[in-house]
């Protein structure tokens, strides 16, 4: 009667452990059949006593047999658990070592450093080079290099930083480059100047104390406004990828004469007249002219032989044109949600 029990726990449990589903099942078949105090089978152990001599040995040989049996089914049983944990963890955790680290993220240039690799391209190109200078300069280079001497108005008109306790200024403008190349290169020569410049500006949708331009020259032999139109209408062409008509506006400026205010026939209404253009279809886009005698003078050119043209271009106006930015403090916020859409 007790061989048969210990048939039936034996195949009864080997059956529970093999549709256990979890460790924590797995432990409560253990416990139910092998524990110490309640197991079923430890039961039928203590009652080999009470069997008759004849008995007792071969009910104990099929109790221990059935007992191994049930420890190595639990055993394989918790080492297939232990291998699908593993195995899970390794599918979500898996790394491939041989594949190339993934490095830093992409990053995204600055509209600003767009438009001006752009016209570097351009100007290049056309056979200019591209100069830069120092962001602190001196008072000669900023001011009197250009025709602005002390006394002159147009300082008036230019806000300066000036740096405590030196002769330097943050410069007002990207000419004093312009100076640098007559001085270093001499005549002919074909420069543009990219740059950051800086001006004591009250902050606001439209105006920054810090904002990039782009300054132009040419100085060759009979140089004419001819001239200044063609490489204006290229430019401003390859800037806005169409021809555009432009038109000529007396202006002044100390280091040209003549001076002028070129505009642009509106991109938007086609010069028909709209809110941007103030109902005149004209947009007003840079100031230029022909290089001040006395400008080239300075730089040791004689203007008897030489002549030539300059014109200056605001990349920050141009950015906010192009991609229909409407405050300018974003350009210089750092915020990466504004970035991130260049």
């Not at 490095?103 to 240039?109: D, E, Q, S």
Request: with cysteine; net charge negative.
């Amino acid at each position: 009667m007790l061989e048969q029990s210990i048939q039936e726990l034996e195949s009864s449990s080997l059956a529970r452990i093999a549709s256990a589903r979890s460790l924590e099942e797995l432990e409560v078949v253990r416990v139910s059949v092998l524990g110490r105090k309640e197991g079923a089978l430890t039961h039928m152990m203590k009652e080999l006593g009470k069997l008759p001599p004849e008995e007792r040995k071969s009910t104990g040989k099929l109790v221990n047999a059935a007992k191994q049996k049930l420890e190595e089914a639990l055993a394989a049983r918790e080492k297939q658990f232990a291998d699908d944990t593993l195995r899970a963890r390794l599918d979500t955790e898996w790394i491939d070592l041989t594949l190339p680290a993934p490095g830093p993220r992409r990053g995204h240039l600055h509209p600003i450093t767009q438009i001006q690799q752009e016209l570097e391209d351009l100007f290049v190109s056309l056979g200019f080079a591209v100069l830069d200078g120092p962001e602190a300069e001196t008072e000669y280079h900023n001011f009197d290099a250009l025709n602005i001497p002390a006394t002159h108005p147009a300082r008036d008109a230019q806000d300066t930083f000036w740096l405590e306790g030196s002769n330097l200024l943050l410069r007002t403008h990207t000419s004093p480059v312009q100076v640098r190349g007559m001085e270093k290169l001499g005549p002919p020569l074909r420069i543009v100047a990219p740059g950051r410049v800086f001006r004591n500006e009250s902050v606001d949708a439209s105006h920054e104390h810090t904002f990039y331009q782009i300054e132009g020259m040419m100085v060759d032999r009979d140089v004419s406004v001819a001239h200044l139109l063609y490489f204006m209408k290229v430019m401003l062409a390859g800037v806005f990828q169409r021809e555009v008509s432009v038109r000529l506006r007396p202006g002044y400026f100390p280091f040209v004469e003549p001076g002028f205010e070129l505009d642009i026939q509106c991109l938007l209404c086609g010069g028909s007249g709209c809110p941007v253009c103030k109902q005149s279809g004209w947009v007003e886009q840079l100031g230029c002219g022909l290089v001040h005698p006395n400008v080239l003078r300075m730089s040791g050119i004689d203007p008897e032989e030489w002549s030539g043209f300059a014109f200056g271009l605001g990349l920050t106006r141009l950015v906010m044109m192009r991609y229909g930015i409407d405050d300018i403090r974003h350009l210089q916020g750092g915020d990466l949600r504004f970035l991130e859409q260049f």
